[in-house]
């Protein structure tokens, strides 16, 4: 892996932030760590909408506090579902050591593939939920994009924020829209993100949505999230309002998602209702 990924991946959580506890911890209500098969899950809120959210997290892993209470926000201020699967099984990026290898290890899209797939079987059977979005911060961006190719099936859309490692070759796969987030210290999304998607599908380039926190440093909306800083708490406070208008637009407007056999029998679907009634 090229060594300014590596860098980027790292950099935004090296500061041991302190956190507003009665600002921030206790503000919104908290989750519970349910099991599902043999995965720990951090899970918040219930779905008012026929729409869930699974979280992937950063390369600190489960237990961070910050990334915690994105999803208890989200849950809370979106009325829905928000579960966060442990997807490393209690490990997380090792403070010193060979962090490329740790990455190459934990970047496994067989075992990541597999752990969304029954994800989405419990939220369809547990919820009743038909509808499932995807967020993921750095090396959870990368796997939401990854599942917006390969899991289209499962997942409505997906958004990555500061994530880590995605190229041009993984974004030219997509078959589900997505909104992606940067900060100023990751690699740019246009022109080279934004164009290699609008080359390879027109169609689900239009409905991406692109936004850089210039600002911002890597880690700013998960691990590395700083609440006692004022231009921190500004910026989430937007990733938020962002993030949420981005799904409602998606579910008020889900035929312009489909595939274009999926609009036609939407379509015909539509009609034959009218005639009959």
């Keep these: 892996m090229h060594f300014l990924s590596i860098f980027l991946i790292y950099a935004g959580y090296l500061v041991d932030y302190s ?127 990854r599942a917006c190719s390969n899991l289209s099936s499962l997942f409505f859309t997906g958004v990555s924020i500061h994530g880590s490692s995605i190229t041009v070759t993984e974004v030219s796969l997509l078959k589900k829209p997505m909104f992606f987030i940067a900060s100023g210290t990751d690699p740019a999304l246009r022109p080279n993100i934004s164009d290699a998607i609008e080359r390879a599908n027109p169609q689900i380039s239009q409905q991406c949505q692109y936004q850089t926190y210039d600002n911002m440093v890597h880690g700013f909306a998960s691990a590395g999230a700083n609440f006692s800083n004022p231009a921190n708490v500004a910026a989430l406070n937007d990733v938020h309002l962002n993030v949420t208008n981005y799904f409602t637009k998606v579910l008020n407007n889900p035929a312009p998602f489909l595939s274009m056999n999926s609009q036609l029998a939407f379509f015909c679907f539509c009609v034959t209702y009218i005639y009959v009634k």
């Excluded at 966060?84 to 060979?98: E, H, K, L, W, Y």
């Design 19 to 145: 956190i507003n506890g009665l600002l921030w911890n206790e503000t919104y209500l908290k989750g519970d760590v349910v099991q599902v098969g043999d995965l720990n899950v951090y899970s918040v809120g219930k779905s008012a909408l026929n729409f869930a959210v699974i979280v992937i997290y950063d390369v600190r892993g489960f237990n961070i506090s910050q990334t915690r209470v994105f999803c208890d926000r989200l849950a809370s201020e979106y009325s829905t579902r928000v579960v966060m699967p442990d997807f490393f099984r209690g490990g997380a990026a090792p403070s010193r050591g060979n962090l490329s290898a740790w990455v190459s290890m934990a970047t496994n899209w067989s075992r990541v593939s597999n752990d969304l797939t029954n994800m989405a079987a419990w939220l369809q059977k547990n919820d009743s939920t038909t509808r499932i979005g995807l967020i993921g911060f750095c090396w959870g961006g990368l796997q939401v994009v």
